[in-house]
């Protein structure tokens, strides 16, 4: 298989590409590395606006597959109708689960225990202490027990939580027990102290949260959006927020990024992180891994990882 690979690494700083491919560095700059046609392997820049990784795609005829570096999908969904029938969309499973799992236990602990509010006090010289919640003993509810749901289900563990219940879109069991369906939610929802969103952003998920989903939770629970921030109904989130009846730590928000007047920056009970779960020091050696890999597979004209679909199909 030969043809240009377009990276948003430069390719100097990965060691191992296989021959036979052209490594082209983009992006997401104004100008193209080269003609998009010859493209046959699109490795979509990280962390930037749909507009801009989306803008090659119908340029992109001889692409066979689309490489994303983040753990969702969504973001280039909406124009797979703009690429040939074929292309393989793969996503960066295996890149993100430490680091998302890591942010989801700090906002977690962060939110429990106050942290928010020690450090305002600190800004004003003031000492003030008193009892918080703690995360041992709580019923932790993880929905979208993925690679990711599972990650963080190893770090709660430690700190001794009661029960993690698991949710899906569909029912199944694992080794550490049952994972729920979705449609069990209404039933779950009560039994938590902790909610963990870590879902994909699909149609089923699309303000999953909303009114009812809030409605449900037991008075005093922490809601931790991990996932996206569409997963969310974020006025159905205010509205119960300014009750005080919950508290809320959003790294994803919608919209995003939350412009500086918008309502949930100064709601009761959040704690706002912008979209932090996945760049860290981890990132780079472990999406570097993947992409030799994958372009591996590729060259060599194997099964790829990752596969969510194939377009035309």
Not at 111 to 118: A, C, K, N, T, Y
């Amino acid at each position: 298989m030969t043809g240009d690979v377009w990276l948003p690494i430069p390719p100097d700083e990965i060691d191992g590409l296989p021959d036979g491919l052209v490594p082209r560095f983009w992006d997401g700059a104004e100008e193209y590395p080269a003609d998009p046609a010859d493209c046959v392997f699109y490795v979509v820049p990280y962390m930037r606006p749909a507009e801009t990784v989306l803008r090659p795609l119908p340029e992109l005829t001889g692409v066979n597959v689309v490489q994303t570096l983040s753990a969702g999908v969504d973001s280039v969904e909406p124009g797979l109708g703009l690429l040939p029938p074929g292309v393989r969309l793969c996503n960066a499973r295996g890149v993100h689960e430490a680091s998302t799992a890591e942010l989801a236990l700090t906002l977690t602990l962060a939110s429990l225990r106050g942290v928010p509010d020690f450090v305002r006090a600190q800004d004003r010289g003031e000492w003030k202490g008193g009892f918080r919640p703690a995360l041992a003993d709580r019923t932790v509810l993880v929905v979208g027990y993925g690679s990711i749901g599972s990650a963080i289900e190893d770090r709660l563990v430690p700190f001794e939580v009661a029960r993690v219940v698991r949710v899906a879109r569909t029912a199944r069991t694992t080794e550490r027990g049952p994972v729920h369906a979705l449609a069990d939610l209404p039933n779950l929802l009560p039994q938590a102290d902790v909610v963990i969103l870590s879902t994909p952003l699909t149609a089923t998920t699309r303000h999953l949260v909303d009114a009812a989903f809030l409605a449900r939770m037991k008075d005093g629970a922490l809601l931790v959006n991990v996932a996206r921030g569409a997963v969310v109904h974020t006025e159905a989130l205010l509205d119960e927020l300014r009750t005080g009846r919950i508290t809320a730590a959003l790294d994803v928000t919608d919209p995003e990024p939350l412009p500086p007047a918008h309502p949930l920056w100064s709601a009761p009970g959040v704690l706002v992180s912008p979209h932090v779960g996945g760049p860290t020091s981890a990132f780079a050696p472990r999406a570097k891994r993947l992409l030799v890999d994958q372009l591996t597979r590729f060259v060599n004209q194997r099964p790829l990882r990752n596969v969510i679909l194939t377009t035309g199909e």
